[in-house]
C-alpha cells in the first residue's frame, strides 16, 4: 500500500540514531520489496534481528499437487476437513492457523489452503510471498511485529511477506466467541495488493474502486512482549516459510523453525508504506449495471498471474429484459475457483453446492448455468450471496485435502440436471 503510516516511536530523520531512555541504540531494519525500489517500512528493534540462537528443519507436511486430469469441473466440500465426530463440538483439536493448515489447490504462483483452529499458532513468516487469508466463521486477535488486529467473519487480511506474526484464535468461554476459526488462505508466491485500474500514478484508491482508503484497518500498536504477557529476554521460536529444494521440501516449498534468544515483538516503533491490513468484504461496494456485469468488476485484489473477487449481497441488472445470472463462458485464460461462503443457494440445487464449498471450473471447460436457474431468475432484483473467488491465469493442480473431498459427481451435474428439468437451463449468480 502506497499508504503511509506511522506508529510508536520512530526518529525525526531515518537512518540516523535513536535511542531507548538509558541511551541504548534501537537497532533499525528496512523491510522493502522488489529489492530497494518499492514500497517499504522501516523498524526499530531493541535487538539485532539478524541475531538467531538455533535453527532446524520444520517439516512443512503434504505440500505435493496432482494434476486436474482428466480435465474435469469439481466440487470440494471444505467442511468436510478437520471433522472429529468423537470430538467436543466434532471438530479436531489442538489445530493452529500456520502448521494445522491443509493445502487444497496449487501452483507455482499462489496455493490455496483451509483450516479450522481452535488454538494459538507458533510465531510465523512466509519468506515465499504475501497472505491473503478470509475468515469464513470465527474470529482472532491475530499479533504481528507492525501491531495487533481483531479479525472476525468476513474480514480479509493480507500479511505481507517476511512479517513476523501468531494467530490466536477466539475459543469458547471467551467475550466474542461465536463458533470456532475457520480460514481460507491464499499463499501467493508474490505480493497482494489493490488492482492496479483502482490506483492513481501514486498508488491512492480512485474514485471508481469499490472501496478507498478509509475501508482498510491498519494495525493497532506497538506491541511489545509484555503487551501479550511475555518476558522480552526470553528465547522464542520463528516457523518460516521458505523457497527450496531436496528430499525434505514440499512443493518447491522447505521450513525452518529459527530459535532467537529474545522476544520477536521488539519493535517500538516504525514508518512507511508496508504493513499488514484488514478489510471487510462488508465494506466492498460492489458495482452493478442494467445487464449481467463479468467478474472483473467484483475484483478485490491481485498477485502475478491470478486476481481474487468477492461476490457480496447486491442488486443485479435492471435491463427490462436482463437474466440476472451468467451466461455460459469459457475460461480459456484461467480456472475459476469459488469460494461460497453464505446466502441462498437455491439457484446450486441439485449440483451438491452449499456453504463451504469450492467449486473448481478449469480452463478449457465452458461452464456457467446448471439446469433450472436462467428462467427463474428472471425478474430477480437482489442477490443474497457471499463468495470470493480466485482466478489464477496458470492451471491449478489438486492439493490432498482437495482431493480429500472431491464429491466426485459434480462434473455430471448439468446433464443430470438437464435429465431431471427436462432441458431448462440453471445456474447459480456468481458463476
Known sequence: ?????????????????????????????????????????????????????????????????????????????????????????????????????????????????????????????????????YVERGGARVETVFGTFEVAEGDYLVVPRATTHRWVPRVAGEEGFVEPLRAYVIEANSHVGPPRRYLSTFGQL????????????????????????ADREESAEVYVKHRGTGERSSGGMVGTIYTYPFHPFDVVGWDGCLYPYAFAISDYEP???RVHQPPPV???????????????????????????????????DSDEIMFYVDGDYEARKGSGIARGSISV???????????????????????????????????????EAGRAVDDGVYAQSWSKGLEQQGGADEVFSTS
Open 287 to 289: 458495482i452493478t449495471g
Open 206 to 229: 480512485l474514485e471508481h474502486a469499490p472501496y478507498c482508503e478509509r475501508d482498510l484497518r491498519g494495525p493497532r500498536g506497538p506491541v511489545l512482549a509484555e503487551d501479550v504477557g
Open 1 to 133: 500500500m502506497a499508504h503511509y503510516r506511522s506508529i510508536g516511536h520512530v526518529p525525526p530523520k531515518r537512518h540516523t540514531q535513536h535511542r531507548d531512555g538509558h541511551g541504548n541504540l534501537y537497532y533499525e531494519e528496512l523491510m522493502g520489496e522488489e529489492g530497494f525500489s518499492s514500497d517499504s517500512s522501516l523498524l526499530y528493534h531493541r535487538n539485532i534481528p539478524s541475531a538467531i540462537a538455533d535453527a532446524r528443519v520444520w517439516d512443512l507436511g503434504d505440500m505435493s499437487t496432482v494434476a486436474n486430469h482428466p480435465l474435469l469441473p469439481r466440487h470440494l466440500r471444505l467442511h468436510d476437513l478437520f471433522v472429529d465426530e468423537a470430538a467436543e463440538g466434532g471438530l479436531q483439536r489442538g489445530v493452529d492457523v500456520v502448521t494445522g493448515r491443509r493445502l487444497v489447490l496449487g501452483n507455482a504462483d499462489v496455493r490455496l489452503l483451509y483450516v479450522v483452529a481452535d488454538t494459538p499458532s507458533p510465531f510465523y513468516r512466509n519468506g515465499i510471498g504475501d497472505e491473503c487469508v
Open 298 to 332: 467484483h475484483q478485490v485484489f491481485e498477485g502475478a498471474n491470478f486476481v481474487v473477487c468477492n461476490f457480496v449481497p447486491r442488486k443485479v441488472d435492471y435491463h427490462p429484459l436482463a437474466i440476472p445470472v451468467p451466461y455460459y463462458h469459457s475460461n480459456v
Open 361 to 399: 471450473h478449469p480452463g478449457g471447460h465452458a461452464h456457467g448455468p446448471q439446469p433450472g436457474a436462467t428462467e427463474r431468475s428472471i425478474g430477480v432484483d437482489y442477490f443474497d450471496e457471499t463468495a470470493v473467488m480466485v482466478d489464477t491465469f496458470r492451471p491449478l493442480e489438486l492439493g
